[in-house]
């Protein structure tokens, strides 16, 4: 059985707050889990969707930032010079 997950190296996001952003490795296995795509079905701000329409985040679209951003920070680490 071949694992279509497996060949997968990179995906292109698109983002509302960080625009086109591009996930690689690990980060593609664990969204393309069927825990992760759950998060699409889970308010990010709660009940505020009732007082502000167009407040219609999900956890998945907040967790792709979130990894987007660690994702970031590493690799700003890694290039920055280490201090004394």
Do not use: W
Request: charged share 25%; hydrophobic share 35%; aromatic share 8%.
């Amino acid at each position: 059985r071949h694992d279509a997950s497996a060949t997968i190296r990179s995906k292109l996001m698109n983002d509302p707050v960080h625009s086109h952003f591009r996930m690689r490795g690990e980060c593609v296995k664990v969204i393309d889990t069927p825990e992760f795509q759950r998060l699409r079905d889970i308010k990010q701000l709660g009940t505020s969707y009732y007082v502000f329409p167009g407040a219609c985040h999900n956890r998945f679209e907040h967790s792709l930032g979130v990894c987007h951003l660690a994702e970031e920070l590493v690799l700003r680490l890694q290039v920055s010079p280490q201090e004394p």
